[in-house]
């Protein structure tokens, strides 16, 4: 499986070795992509066996600019419906010693996890519970401008909306120690109808063979339109025992409150193990079990002391087979 990109500036453009030259040659025209199927199993919801998500990307390169437009199929896509099937479509300027500038439909700075599942550790998120193919804190993509620096030891992004009243994302990096990562992202959209404060903060370090990160997620809203304020943080490890085998362990809780309220609503805890297995450079799948427990809404004083007890409401297993060209 592909890592988690963890430079700043490693959002702007991902280097697929795998890549097709699908113009000319020497045209900087490269097709690349991947095809994820899933299976999964809660004991709320059922069975599902499913192409998950197919995803094609097209990327062109020359001289200072480059460009990126991403197609999401498949029933986990999650392309916006006025955009039909894109993802992203974005065009960056290099101005060179670090400066950058882009423009158009691009992904969110937000949260330690990403994305796409090729660079994912496990299957599901960690603040999703109800809705296993959201991500309920972080944003996902918008369309914007957006200036980027970075250096080897920081860097630094300022993104903002190009809707009406529009909103920002502010997000800065730290790497000038080796094997480590630091991020800080702050976002405000409160002048719109909907609108809202997100912040994540997050590290990782790398020990050789393990990677353990830590994070917290913040999403205050800030009108009834919006929705309740969510609280979460997770923390994480993956050790590879081989170039090929891989196991993640993962907890995060999310806790849940009224817009206007201080009083939790819900207070969900979530333990995650994953062993992932790459059968080629190109070919890779794993397995998840998910427990969820809950602590405030609904518990039940199980043992008769005068207290809420949790329990477990919650169980998720999956099945992921991801190929990459």
Same mark, same amino acid.
């Given at each position: 499986?592909?890592?988690?990109?963890?430079?700043?500036?490693?959002?702007?453009?991902v280097f697929n070795a795998n890549?097709?030259?699908?113009?000319? #040659?020497?045209? +900087?025209?490269?097709?690349?992509?991947?095809?994820?199927?899933?299976?999964?199993?809660? $004991?709320?919801?059922?069975?599902?066996? @499913?192409?998950?998500?197919?995803?094609?990307?097209?990327?062109?390169?020359?001289?200072?600019?480059?460009?990126?437009?991403?197609?999401?199929?498949?029933? *986990?896509?999650? %392309?916006?419906?006025?955009?039909? $099937?894109?993802? /992203?479509?974005?065009?960056?300027?290099?101005?060179? $010693?670090?400066?950058? !500038?882009?423009?158009?439909?691009?992904?969110?700075?937000?949260?330690?996890?990403?994305?796409?599942?090729? *660079?994912?550790?496990?299957?599901?998120?960690?603040?999703?519970?109800?809705?296993y193919a959201v991500q309920s804190?972080?944003? !996902?993509?918008?369309? +914007?401008?957006?200036?980027?620096?970075?250096?080897?030891?920081?860097?630094?992004?300022?993104?903002?909306?190009? /809707?009406?009243? @529009?909103? %920002?994302?502010?997000?800065? !990096?730290? #790497?000038?120690?080796?094997?480590?990562?630091?991020?800080?992202?702050?976002?405000?959209?409160?002048?719109?109808?909907?609108?809202?404060?997100?912040?994540?903060?997050?590290?990782?370090? *790398?020990?050789?063979?393990?990677?353990?990160?830590?994070?917290?997620?913040?999403?205050?809203?800030?009108?009834?339109?919006?929705?309740?304020?969510?609280?979460?943080?997770?923390?994480?490890?993956?050790? !590879?025992?081989?170039?090929? #085998?891989?196991?993640?362990?993962?907890?995060?809780?999310?806790?849940?409150?009224?817009?206007?309220?201080?009083?939790?609503?819900?207070?969900?805890?979530?333990?995650?193990?994953?062993?992932?297995?790459?059968?080629?450079?190109?070919?890779?799948?794993?397995?998840?079990?998910s427990t969820y427990d809950e602590?405030?809404?609904?518990?039940?004083?199980?043992?008769?002391?005068?207290? *809420?007890?949790?329990?477990?409401?919650?169980?998720?297993?999956?099945?992921?087979?991801?190929?990459?060209?």
């Amino acid at each position: 499986m592909k890592n988690k990109l963890l430079s700043l500036a490693s959002l702007l453009a991902v280097f697929n070795a795998n890549a097709i030259e699908i113009g000319p #040659t020497g045209s +900087g025209v490269e097709m690349s992509g991947f095809i994820d199927i899933a299976f999964t199993d809660q $004991n709320t919801g059922g069975q599902e066996t @499913a192409i998950g998500q197919v995803e094609v990307n097209f990327d062109y390169s020359s001289g200072p600019v480059s460009a990126s437009v991403d197609l999401d199929f498949g029933s *986990n896509s999650k %392309y916006g419906v006025s955009d039909g $099937n894109l993802e /992203e479509a974005v065009i960056t300027y290099d101005f060179g $010693n670090g400066f950058s !500038a882009s423009a158009g439909k691009m992904l969110s700075y937000m949260g330690f996890e990403a994305f796409d599942p090729t *660079n994912m550790y496990q299957y599901s998120y960690a603040y999703d519970y109800g809705n296993y193919a959201v991500q309920s804190i972080y944003d !996902a993509y918008d369309v +914007g401008v957006s200036i980027d620096y970075a250096t080897d030891d920081y860097s630094i992004g300022v993104w903002s909306s190009a /809707e009406n009243s @529009a909103g %920002y994302e502010l997000a800065l !990096a730290y #790497t000038g120690i080796d094997n480590l990562t630091a991020k800080a992202i702050w976002s405000d959209f409160s002048d719109q109808e909907s609108a809202y404060t997100k912040n994540t903060y997050w590290v990782s370090y *790398n020990f050789g063979n393990l990677l353990v990160a830590g994070e917290i997620a913040e999403a205050d809203s800030k009108a009834a339109a919006t929705g309740d304020d969510k609280d979460g943080f997770l923390i994480m490890g993956n050790y !590879a025992f081989t170039d090929k #085998t891989a196991l993640t362990l993962r907890y995060s809780q999310e806790e849940t409150s009224g817009w206007n309220s201080d009083v939790l609503t819900s207070d969900i805890g979530k333990f995650t193990i994953s062993p992932s297995y790459s059968f080629t450079d190109n070919f890779s799948g794993l397995i998840e079990l998910s427990t969820y427990d809950e602590d405030v809404s609904g518990a039940i004083d199980y043992d008769g002391d005068g207290s *809420n007890d949790s329990r477990d409401i919650e169980n998720l297993l999956a099945v992921e087979l991801i190929y990459t060209f």
